[in-house]
């Protein structure tokens, strides 16, 4: 669900974007910035949805390549704390290197 920013309860017109992939919606992180939310879809996945039509991208662990927490997106790339050939870390991923996405 997204919605324009207001401080009046009131004046929220809500609207549905799409699905959600995973089984526990409440229990993981979000972090939301220049119109994207990324967020921990479960199964070794992050998943970024973009708010203003929900067009959505999974990004998978491969191997040597875990995606363990999101820490922030901004209009190009997102950040994840990462566990990368045994070393913790903290990934970097450009948006328009993801792919074509999945419609709402």
Not at 49 to 62: E, K, N, Y
């Amino acid at each position: 669900m997204t919605a324009p920013f207001t401080t009046d309860a009131s004046r929220l017109e809500p609207r549905r974007l799409r699905s959600y992939p995973g089984a526990h919606i409440g229990l993981r992180v979000y972090q939301v910035g220049c119109g994207y939310a990324l967020h921990d879809g479960g199964k070794g996945k992050l998943f970024v949805v973009r708010l203003s039509d929900g067009w959505a991208w999974f990004i998978p662990d491969v191997l040597g390549r875990d995606l363990q927490v999101p820490l922030g997106i901004t209009c190009d790339e997102l950040f994840a704390a990462a566990n990368i050939d045994g070393k913790l870390t903290i990934a970097r991923i450009r948006l328009d290197s993801l792919g074509p996405g999945v419609e709402s």
